[in-house]
T-cell receptor
């Protein structure tokens, strides 16, 4: 399977615990995005990387959230001291970005569903 | 402020008929528009896209129309099939930011 892979698919945790999610993008894709989706809403941008550089972070991303993409391959998203409001589906997407292309098409993984009790 | 709006949370269509999903946007700098389809507990999958230099793009049963002056696009599915039942997201790129800006989605239900 050469699609975007996310692990785990589901995570249940208690409030105050730390959680970490992993995303493996499509291998030749240089951009990797993290989005969050809650019920009744569309995916909301959190942050993205071009290769190993984190280029932008949304104001939605509080200090409790940190993302890394060492060596420009897989990425991890960590949430510290989880809160009930963090319950959502966390989506990872990758794209083969080229500045000369018109538009950017993102390929999404199946997501990690986080439930904070 | 939502830059991409899908004002119909749900739409019910009879199998075999045409489904029309609508999307409005406010940012005139958007230059590329996409439709994604999402099943429960799965990530969005790309369906069809259109560049702002075009007004129509067709792929099999799916056609996207873009009206730049009205800042409006629509997705037509004909004929509608039971497997088309899903949530459809309109998304836009450009607009001064990287990545995609999504609408809230429309839940399409195909009735047998």
């Amino acid at each position: 399977d050469t699609g975007v892979s996310q692990n785990p698919r589901h995570k249940i945790t208690k409030r105050g615990q730390n959680v970490t999610f992993r995303c493996d993008p499509i291998s030749e894709h240089n951009r990797l995005y993290w989005y969050r989706q809650t019920l009744g809403q569309g995916p909301e941008f959190l942050t993205y990387f071009q290769n190993e550089a984190q280029l932008e972070k949304s104001r939605l991303l509080s200090d409790r959230f940190s993302a890394e993409r060492p060596k420009g391959s897989f990425s991890t998203l960590e949430i510290q001291r989880t809160e009930q409001g963090d319950s959502a589906m966390y989506l990872c997407a990758s794209s083969p970005y080229r500045s000369y292309n018109v538009g950017e098409k993102l390929f999404f993984g199946s997501g990690t569903q986080l439930s904070v009790l | 402020d939502q830059q991409v709006k899908q004002n119909s949370p749900s739409l019910s269509v009879q199998e075999g008929r045409i489904s029309i999903l609508n999307c409005d946007y406010t940012n005139s700098m958007f230059d590329y528009f996409l439709w994604y389809k999402k099943y429960p507990a799965e990530g969005p999958t790309f369906l069809i896209s259109i560049s702002s230099i075009k007004d129509k793009n067709e792929d099999g049963r799916f056609t996207v129309f873009l009206n730049k002056s009205a800042k409006h696009l629509s997705l037509h599915i004909v004929p509608s099939q039971p497997g088309d039942s899903a949530v459809y997201f309109c998304a836009a790129s450009g607009g001064g930011a990287d990545g995609l800006t999504f609408g809230k989605g429309t839940h399409l239900i195909i009735q047998p």
